[in-house]
């Protein structure tokens, strides 16, 4: 029923870039917030330096980026080097890109929403008993929710939007590291662009809908934080 | 006066060395744009301030033409690719590659993505007339051959074809590897045109910025150091034509 | 069992120094002007200024001491913060609930519903804490407190924010809870009076030292501290009911050295209580009076004179047995009535006054 | 001059429906329990409640009615929040400040160093406003809304956190203030000492509606009001001070009906002046009293008898010339004295408990 | 005094990309403020759509994206039918597209920093006869000066690090269109590595300087909240 354009690679593609996101976004949400709640709580000298090199990966070109993870990964890398695994060309390979590319727009969001908690409502919660996971889950948590929200937006679309990173680490193996972004592209750059446009189309209208979700049952949550 | 200049990714280094034997001598400065040829075209029907595409197939250059963003007689083949596999070990390639390939140990291969690039789609086809059938999982494709053959050189996979004309450049600074040239009959030839695109029709440096690279000895000869095959200029008349 | 204090926390500006035992039940006054360290305090017994150095027992128990420091989560404290602090995502009952829910089922020992219905919050427990009023959030902070049925209560000026009457209706609950359940409680507040009704032992701070430290009504009839100075300057007496006179809904209290009516009291016949008489509910004269609507009439004997803040005023410390009133009279009565240290006087303290 | 308050605002569970006119100079308190919308009548008031329908006029300027709504920051009022709203941004100074500087240079009537002295803020000024105690961040909201020169002052409980000296040394502004350069104020709180000393009016308020409204000493006064219930019931009378006796610190205070000696103040002779007289310190006799340190007593008639909420207890409301005096007595005594409407009894009343 | 690999072309690249970055961010918080401000405030039924599609851009790879702006902004796109001036190929052109696809990154910080702000506060600098405009200097902008550094460290780097977009609409014209990102990623194709190492670890040290000198200045304006 799918239109000639779309092949089953596309398709293909769609659903590893979904997978890659998700998991990626799930990685990024599991390292970056006890970082993020380094960074809003610490006094140590490290800091500013941590902040500055967390967010440093943006500047760099992904493909440049992709290239030295490619360095990094390769078997003259450090990694092979130690007796590791080759990741490039496979799943984790991708992943690991997209945690270190993306980091940032997790890190930063929650950092800014941690230290935004009152350190009065934290001491509150502890006098009423709960311990440090308990005051996470059920204080840190819940008042945060507006920074998990943008974490998870940027996150998510970063990771299925940006391929620079992931062309470069990943090979393109159809089913296996080919996502949706490097499928477009290459309708784009075959001059194909009608496969092009009904790709993009599929992608933003997709896109358009777990956005509006995400959104939508944030609302319904009702965050109270005037 | 200055030209502007959107080149193939490929040819870039080698457009740059032309430019400046050129250059100098004809008070002409350059400004070059390197970047995927599909990229180019778009830009270039878009209106992008070019005077001169080096692309890197003959068929946007054809498209160009026959869209009226370029000149039609302006059209010339500058270079034909050729490609090698090649590894930066100088023992790993032996002298049946085509043995080695087809092992069911064989190593991953690096190639340019043959939906965009020239050099990937020869790559198929000469795999194809060897009977070289790696298993999908084993092809690691490069969107450009740039790509390809940066996956090489950091060592994540172990050989690639890859252009000659990149093994050349790289040869030089790193020393030998190993290579294995595949007969050119093998696969159809990358044939890489220039054309004088509309904004440029009328200036003359241009034009003949294009005959020389065309016709003089000293252009082919830089061109032919760099990995490149020359057409005879017979060749590319009929190709014109065509 | 005591309570036994000793802390030492540096800030710029501010330091606390503290090393002294409170009684582990009843009901502490803290009592200090603005700033002088009420709150820090507090903190220091919660946990919550992990930077003190010091040691800190309750009932046997080691909270803090140079190896130690049990930290605030582990303390079993009932906290009502000075400002709230209520948890902005829950709603009213979400609050209340938050702090039960982490205790244990069997040392639950307040029940929610006792609760939310002692301070009028039922109609509100669906609420977001944005959409109540400033009285009510703090009667919300207050339930959350006591609904982790602590060891030990600490409360900054709980009731600053209620009227007399909402008060008037959490005062006995209170009584209530700390003698039952035998609760110790810390307690600040700038209101004498409710300090004095709750407070059986009080510390007096000034500038982040203990001033002065001892049973209630001794520190509120010294003439060396402040608190003899104030309009609600006023003197705790201990007797026992004597007998009721229910018709007339007074009770009748016994003392050493004499007999007070007061409105009356649930304590059974008997039993030990407590009488607050107010400085300035006292006048005194040389005769016993006439009949008047004024009921309570002893013979004292005055053991101090003070000069008051005002300088028309001063203040008479009179012995009744072995215990302390206070009345505050003019220095004109003073004068016309010839009174001297020693002299016997009639005190008259109009019934309705005590509580 | 009159400020017309006339408002409508719906909210779920709680509806304000409010049309009064209150007097344009001196305090007007508003009383009433917790919940019962005094704090949602001041935001109306400074213009915080965009959905509140009605009418606001301020001495004849209109804040708003049908055709207009002017906003907050075009109103001059001085709004004291319940709950301090500090910018935690700004040091103590910062927050002083804030307001004071969008003041036109002319129409700065109340000058920063004075109110930091008078707040005793001097010392804390570069502090940041999570480094002070929770008084002197009472403080410092009063100072900045003062600071703002404004033509009306909205307090919500603005000394609820403050001890007594601390309030002792504030009241007396706040009285000069509202006097020497008329700024009305409208004033909440719950300690019926502070608002009957300060106010001149009172709005009683009930869930969300005006229940009474009146002068201070009529409303306090009133039978069907809570006012006369609490331990804190008195009356409020109106004298001129007649004399001033230098060297006992006291003067004389003429009224309509009687003379009543009270503590030294600073009125010149012959000016208009208040006395607060609390029920409880108001006691009767069929005959004029022996001499006591009692300095005080009137003869009046009995108007009224009051039940009180404690059964032992009732209330006489006194006719003093034209005023009213409160009474709390036993029910005992009442009957001992066979008082009955109509009588005339001699009422004793301590000197040193006037203000 | 630099090193051969670098060329003028290389500096002519870092300046303009520098340039792109500022001009790109300074033009991200003039747009990205009142939107951000809008989010945080409005209780309109589009919000969730206007958010949804804020976030969009970031789903399409910047090429792609790049692509349809040029579609949109070339000598065949609509608004030089309309009569409109041509924008690709120009700076103009690579801030149009830099601020569409860095939007995001500015408005989510933003947003969420001013939805954190107590209305008791603004309510309070009302009082205080602070109008909306006063309010927001003075009030709504240092309390949000975490959200800020957020907004304009991701808007900055990404502007920086990000080539796709500008690659596409800008045509890689030195000196013109250029940025160091497009220059060091030519340099990786050409296998021109050495080049590549230098201007990239130029770019990074540059960056963290930046970066640092950033998170130190906030450190020192001692945000307050909590
Ligand atoms: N934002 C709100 N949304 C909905 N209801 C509210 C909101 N704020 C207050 N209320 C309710 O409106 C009523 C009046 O509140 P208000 O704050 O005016 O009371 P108050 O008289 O100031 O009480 P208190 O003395 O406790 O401060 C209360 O019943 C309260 O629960
Ligand atoms: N976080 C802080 N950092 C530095 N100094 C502080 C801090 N909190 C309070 N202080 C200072 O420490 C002293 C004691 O404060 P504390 O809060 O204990 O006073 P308090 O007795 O509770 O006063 P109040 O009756 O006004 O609440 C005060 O002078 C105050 O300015
Ligand atoms: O540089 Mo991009 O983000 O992959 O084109
Ligand atoms: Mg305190
Ligand atoms: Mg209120």
């Known amino acids: 029923m799918l239109p000639d354009w779309i092949g089953p690679q596309d398709l293909a593609a769609l659903w590893l870039t979904l997978k890659l996101a998700a998991v990626t976004t799930v990685v990024l949400l599991i390292l970056g917030t006890p970082l993020a709640l380094w960074l809003a709580r610490t006094r140590s000298r490290f800091k500013l330096a941590v902040e500055s090199v967390v967010a440093l990966p943006l500047v760099l070109p992904p493909t440049v980026l992709g290239f030295y993870m490619l360095m990094l990964l390769g078997s003259q890398g450090p990694i092979q080097a130690l007796g590791?695994?080759?990741?490039?060309?496979?799943?984790?390979?991708?992943?690991?890109?997209?945690?270190?590319?993306?980091?940032?727009?997790?890190?930063?969001?929650?950092?800014?929403?941690?230290?935004?908690?009152?350190?009065?409502?934290?001491?509150?919660?502890?006098?009423?008993?709960?311990?440090?996971?308990?005051?996470?889950?059920t204080v840190v948590l819940p008042l945060s929710q507006r920074g998990f929200l943008t974490a998870i937006t940027l996150g998510f679309a970063h990771t299925v939007g940006e391929f620079g990173v992931v062309l470069?680490?990943?090979?393109?193996?159809?089913?296996?590291?080919?996502?949706?972004?490097?499928?477009?592209?290459?309708?784009?750059?075959?001059?194909?662009?009608?496969?092009?446009?009904?790709?993009?189309?599929?992608?933003?209208?997709l896109s358009f809908l777990m956005l509006f979700s995400l959104y939508a049952i944030n609302g319904r949550l009702k965050m109270v934080l005037p | 006066a200055e030209l502007r200049v959107a080149v193939a990714a490929n040819f870039n280094a080698t457009l740059e060395r032309l430019a400046e034997a050129y250059g100098p001598?004809?008070?002409?400065?350059?400004?070059?744009?390197?970047?995927?040829?599909?990229?180019?075209?778009?830009?270039i029907r878009q209106g992008a301030p070019f005077d001169l595409f080096f692309s890197a197939d003959d068929r946007r250059s054809a498209d160009l033409v026959a869209s009226g963003h370029a000149v039609a007689d302006s059209r010339f083949v500058y270079a034909e690719g050729l490609l090698a596999l090649w590894s930066p070990d100088p023992e790993r390639i032996p002298e049946d590659a085509v043995a080695f390939l087809n092992k069911t140990d064989a190593p991953r291969i690096a190639i340019a993505n043959p939906r965009v690039a020239p050099y990937g789609a020869?790559?198929?086809?000469?795999?194809?007339?060897?009977?070289?059938?790696p298993d999908p999982g084993r092809l690691v494709t490069g969107q450009s051959i740039g790509q390809a053959f940066n996956f090489v050189t950091t060592g994540n996979t172990e050989v690639g074809f890859v252009a000659l004309s990149q093994l050349i450049t790289h040869e030089?600074?790193?020393?030998?590897?190993?290579?294995?040239?595949?007969?050119?009959?093998?696969?159809?030839?990358?044939?890489?045109?220039?054309?004088?695109?509309?904004?440029?029709?009328?200036?003359?440096?241009?034009?003949?910025?294009?005959?020389?690279?065309?016709?003089?000895?000293?252009?082919?000869?830089?061109?032919?150091?760099?990995g490149y095959r020359l057409p005879s200029p017979a060749a590319n008349r009929d190709h014109r034509d065509r | 069992m005591t309570i036994q204090l000793k802390f030492d926390l540096v800030r710029p500006d501010f330091r606390l120094t503290v090393d002294v035992e409170v009684p582990a039940h009843g009901v502490t006054a803290l009592f200090g002007r603005s700033?002088?360290?009420?709150?820090?305090?507090?903190?220091?017994?919660?946990?919550?200024?992990?930077?003190?150095?010091?040691?800190?027992?309750?009932?046997?128990?080691?909270?803090?001491?140079?190896?130690?420091?049990?930290?605030?989560?582990?303390?079993p404290v009932g906290y009502v913060f000075q400002e709230g602090q209520l948890f902005p995502h829950l709603s009213v009952l979400g609050n209340l609930m938050y702090g039960y829910r982490r205790i244990a089922q069997d040392r639950r020992i307040v029940q929610p519903h006792d609760v939310a219905e002692l301070l009028g919050l039922e109609a509100l427990l669906e609420r977001r804490i944005t959409e109540i009023s400033g009285g009510q959030r703090q009667r919300v902070a207050m339930g959350r407190a006591l609904l982790t049925s602590p060891r030990i209560l600490l409360m900054d000026e709980p009731l600053a924010a209620l009227d007399e009457i909402s008060k008037a209706e959490i005062l006995p609950y209170f009584e209530r809870l700390h003698e039952d359940l035998s609760v110790p409680v810390l307690y600040v507040s700038h209101a004498i009076e409710e300090v004095s009704r709750l407070a059986d032992h009080m510390l007096f701070m000034e500038d982040g030292v203990i001033r002065a430290e001892g049973p209630l009504r001794e520190l509120i009839t010294r003439a060396d501290l402040p608190l003899v100075h104030g309009e609600q300057a006023s003197a705790v007496l201990i007797g026992n009911a004597l007998s009721h006179l229910d018709d007339e809904h007074l009770s009748c209290i016994h003392l050493p050295g004499g007999m007070l009516y007061v409105p009356r009291i649930r304590e059974p016949t008997g039993g030990v209580l407590r009488v607050r008489v107010l400085a300035r509910d006292v006048s005194v004269a040389r005769q016993p009076p006439l009949p008047s609507s004024i009921l309570n009439c002893v013979e004292c004997t005055i053991k101090e004179i003070i000069d008051d803040p005002h300088p028309g005023h001063c203040l008479l410390k009179l012995q009744l047995g072995d215990q302390y009133l206070l009345s505050r009279i003019t220095q004109r009565s003073r004068r016309q009535l010839e009174l001297a240290l020693g002299d016997r006087v009639w005190a008259s303290v109009k019934g309705v006054a005590l509580t």
Request: hydrophobic content about 45%; glycine content about 10%.
């Open chain 1, 84 to 137: 590791g695994p080759g990741l490039a060309f496979t799943f984790t390979g991708l992943v690991i890109g997209s945690v270190f590319y993306s980091l940032p727009f997790v890190v930063q969001p929650l950092q800014n929403a941690f230290a935004s908690i009152g350190a009065g409502t934290m001491e509150a919660a502890a006098c009423l008993r709960a311990g440090p996971w308990d005051r996470f889950f």
């Open chain 1, 168 to 205: 470069m680490i990943g090979g393109n193996i159809p089913g296996e590291t080919q996502v949706i972004s490097i499928a477009i592209y290459d309708h784009v750059e075959a001059v194909d662009y009608a496969s092009a446009h009904v790709l993009s189309g599929l992608l933003l209208g």
């Open chain 2, 25 to 43: 001598t004809h008070e002409v400065a350059f400004s070059i744009s390197s970047g995927s040829s599909g990229k180019h075209f778009a830009q």
């Open chain 2, 122 to 133: 020869a790559a198929e086809a000469v795999m194809a007339s060897y009977g070289i059938t």
């Open chain 2, 172 to 226: 030089r600074q790193y020393g030998p590897g190993s290579r294995w040239i595949p007969a050119a009959e093998s696969y159809p030839p990358i044939v890489q045109e220039a054309v004088l695109l509309r904004a440029a029709r009328d200036r003359q440096g241009a034009r003949a910025f294009l005959d020389w690279v065309r016709e003089s000895e000293a252009a082919r000869a830089i061109i032919q150091s760099d």
């Open chain 3, 35 to 75: 700033g002088c360290g009420k709150t820090t305090l507090l903190r220091c017994v919660a946990g919550l200024e992990p930077a003190v150095q010091g040691r800190l027992t309750v009932n046997g128990a080691c909270w803090q001491d140079e190896a130690r420091f049990l930290p605030a989560h582990r303390r």
